[in-house]
């Protein structure tokens, strides 16, 4: 470098004809290395942020700071049962414990409780859902049970049947967890905050440039803009959006979660979190006045207390067709990498796949074939446009 500078200082003493300004700085500016760039910093990038830096690896998270993003307003529910049949969700009791675990101690770090047993009440909303929930108890002792002394609930829900219990189900304080750290990277310098533009980045096979920082791979957890990254567009996303008020139910128990088709779960603040619709036919991703009114008549309905409406949130979600996560290394392009495709069981699905693709791109340990994104190698081949 000093070399270079002394024969540019040369060529202007010397009377030659001096080089453009642009060559100069290009040739001057020095990048600064990072093992890892992370582009966003909703769930995924926070989570698999902490998995890198704590492996003693330099990491670089570009995001921009939106106020309703899909990991900012989500309810952080973790339930172990999905679906009308009420059947286990996806590798849950492996998912489960790891959340419990990862949580616990990152909670720890953050000096911040954010993750908390939180049971779900599920207020059956007619006798045909009592009697499926019924037939499911034999078969699934685990996680399944009623409740029994419904009647004490009399006072804060207007019900007609039996009230089933899913247990245990576990909340996470997303806002909490988010804003400490994004806090702590901005801090440390790890923060970039602006929107990541791929006109600004250079890839090759063994290293990125993005403006002025050069890492050994890039990682994309930017959530919904995955839809249009260059790399990974070709892979089966779905938009899928949701809604979701913000309410104060004084006098309403914080313990548990409510559900009978909506949910209702304890929020920041003592406030609740309503909600929420899992939309695929959509025009935008703003809440919904109809909406709004449907959920507020059904309050009426099931509430015995009074409450208030304080916001209407909504947000677009990253699934995907699969409802399975894209997880690993692009096969094409092994400086690029993903963690997305989480949709609405991000909360249990985020911890164990971040933990994985940090061990991947460290050790080279193995990812879940069913998560792996190179299972879409024929699909990622095709031309880019």
Not at 246 to 269: A, D
Request: proline share 6%; aromatic share 10%.
């Amino acid at each position: 470098m000093i070399l270079r500078i002394f024969r540019l200082e040369s060529t202007f003493r010397h009377g030659l004809r001096p080089l453009p300004i642009r060559f100069f700085l290009k040739i001057i500016s020095i990048k600064q290395i990072v093992d890892y760039i992370i582009i966003g910093q909703g769930l995924c990038g926070t989570l698999l942020s902490r998995e890198l830096l704590a492996a003693g690896k330099s990491v670089l998270v570009i995001d921009e700071s939106k106020p309703n993003t899909a990991s900012k307003v989500a309810s952080g529910v973790i339930n172990p049962v999905t679906g009308r049949r009420i059947v286990r969700t996806w590798r849950i009791e492996e998912l489960l414990p790891f959340a419990w675990q990862i949580y616990t101690a990152f909670g720890h770090e953050l000096s911040a409780e954010i993750i908390r047993h939180c049971n779900v009440l599920d207020f059956h909303a007619s006798r045909q859902m009592a009697e499926a929930f019924d037939e499911r108890l034999p078969e699934e002792t685990t996680y399944l049970s009623q409740l029994e002394s419904p009647q004490e609930w009399k006072a804060f829900f207007n019900f007609h049947y039996s009230i089933g219990e899913i247990k245990p189900c576990l909340l996470v304080d997303l806002q909490t967890m988010l804003t400490k750290w994004r806090s702590i990277l901005i801090e440390h310098g790890n923060l970039l905050d602006e929107v990541f533009c791929w006109n600004d980045c250079e890839v090759s096979t063994t290293s990125v440039v993005y403006k002025n920082y050069q890492a050994q791979k890039i990682i994309c957890c930017e959530g919904v803009a995955g839809f249009d990254n260059p790399y990974f567009k070709n892979l089966p996303f779905s938009r899928m959006k949701g809604e979701a008020l913000i309410v104060s139910i004084p006098g309403l128990p914080r313990n548990n979660i409510y559900k009978q088709g909506l949910s209702i779960v304890p929020w920041k603040q003592d406030l609740f979190w309503i909600g929420s619709t899992y939309e695929w036919n959509f025009t935008d991703a703003n809440p919904t006045p109809a909406w709004r009114k449907k959920v507020e008549q059904q309050l009426q309905y099931w509430l015995e207390l009074p409450f208030n409406i304080v916001d209407h949130i909504a947000s677009e979600r990253p699934a995907n067709m699969e409802r399975r996560p894209f997880v690993g290394l692009h096969p094409l392009h092994p400086s690029v990498a993903i963690l997305n495709g989480m949709g609405a069981k991000g909360c249990s699905l985020a911890p164990l796949f971040a933990s994985q693709l940090a061990n991947h791109l460290i050790n080279k340990a193995p990812i879940y074939a069913d998560a792996d994104v190179s299972r879409f190698e024929k699909v990622l081949a095709r031309k880019m446009v």
